[in-house]
């Protein structure tokens, strides 16, 4: 994928097959720990977001960001969307679930009061922490919030509201 997209940089990075051999050895090597499927989403989103050629530690990156129940995106996009998500936040269609549990151990008080520069790197860590149980295997779900019981309360009958009134001026000392 990378010769036909990457054609010229790729015969300049890589100008024999001997390069080319160590070059895919030294990958494998570095990205056994994700599934080919995962490989090929990461080249795929190499392809769509890099201009040039990219090096092994931005293809790590990338691969990283394709989960199991998707593509997980990048840090800031993830802590853009968690800032932006309305209330109630487990009703919210949230683009993976990790952002929302990295957003729910941050503190929704936080992403909402303090300064990125102070919040995005507390979102970070917790992101990063929370991406890598997902590649890991874990599966995440956002919790919806149980729905209130709906009670219709009949009214009180005159007599029956003269009696709490007296027993609340009672209770309160004013007669």
């Not at 919806?144 to 009134?165: G, M």
């Amino acid at each position: 994928m990378f010769q036909l997209n990457y054609h010229n940089q790729f015969f300049s990075a890589f100008p024999d097959q001997q390069d080319q051999d160590f070059t895919k050895k030294l990958w494998l090597e570095s990205l056994g720990k994700f599934t080919p499927q995962q490989i090929l989403q990461g080249a795929k989103a190499a392809i769509e977001q890099c201009e040039y050629l990219p090096n092994l530690h931005r293809m790590i990156q990338l691969c990283q960001q394709q989960g199991p129940g998707g593509a997980l995106p990048s840090a800031h996009d993830a802590y853009v969307e968690a800032c932006n998500a309305p209330t109630p936040k487990a009703t919210y269609r949230w683009s993976h679930p990790a952002v929302y549990h990295a957003a729910l151990e941050t503190g929704w008080y936080v992403l909402g009061n303090e300064v990125e520069r102070k919040a995005f790197p507390l979102f970070e860590k917790n992101y990063q922490e929370i991406c890598q149980r997902v590649l890991a295997g874990e599966k995440l779900v956002v919790e919806a919030p149980e729905l209130l019981e709906e009670k219709t309360a009949e009214p009180l009958s005159k007599a029956e509201s003269r009696e709490r009134v007296a027993e609340l001026k009672e209770l309160l000392g004013n007669h």
